[in-house]
């Protein structure tokens, strides 16, 4: 199945709509979405993307990310791809949003609208191996200052996010 993006300017307006690939290989702008799910220790529950990704496969990320469909609620995309691809609910609030354009090895390019949402759970995951390798719960102190020491673990759009909410 093909999916679309959502292509907008950069006051998130939409514009358009692609299949993803083909905008991820012109670097157009599209929305996206970053959850970030907190337990009740503070520690953020980061997820490695499953190695056989198309990009940055194997890196360490937040919580959850993907984008809404053409005609979908961006919080309603965030809630259904945190249960797909981490197997747990939560309520998520909208607590910032950034621009960012990453080109990868592979030429293709990230060029999202990113919003970013906050929520908290306590549930252990059952991930979907489609998408995610590998979790850890871990403090945003710790995550800082491994991002320092080995940044080529993370994901560019995680490290841009942790540096603006943290």
């Known amino acids: 199945m093909q999916e679309e993006v959502i292509l907008v300017d950069e006051l998130d307006i939409p ?3 692609m299949e ?9 702008l599209h929305r996206a979405f970053s ?25 360490w990320t937040n919580t ?9 609620d961006t919080l309603a995309a965030a809630n259904r791809r945190l249960k797909e691809e981490m197997g747990i609910t939560a309520k998520l609030e909208h607590k910032t949003q950034f621009i960012y354009k990453t080109v990868f090895d592979n030429n293709l390019t990230e060029h999202e609208f990113d919003h970013v949402f906050f929520g908290n759970n306590n549930q252990t995951p059952e991930i979907n191996p ?12 710790k995550i800082m200052a491994d991002i320092a020491e080995n940044p080529s673990k ?3 759009w995680f490290k841009i ?3 603006k909410l943290f």
């Open 161 to 163: 996010a942790m540096e």
């Open 20 to 28: 993803k690939i083909e905008a991820h290989q012109k670097g157009i």
């Open 154 to 156: 993370y994901t560019s």
């Open 15 to 17: 514009i358009g709509k």
């Open 35 to 59: 959850v970030f799910i907190f337990n009740s220790n503070g520690d953020l529950l980061l997820q490695q993307r499953a190695l056989h990704k198309y990009h940055s496969a194997g890196l």
């Open 64 to 72: 959850c990310c993907s984008h809404p469909r053409p005609n979908e």
């Open 130 to 141: 489609v998408e995610v390798e590998n979790y850890a719960w871990v403090s945003t102190e």
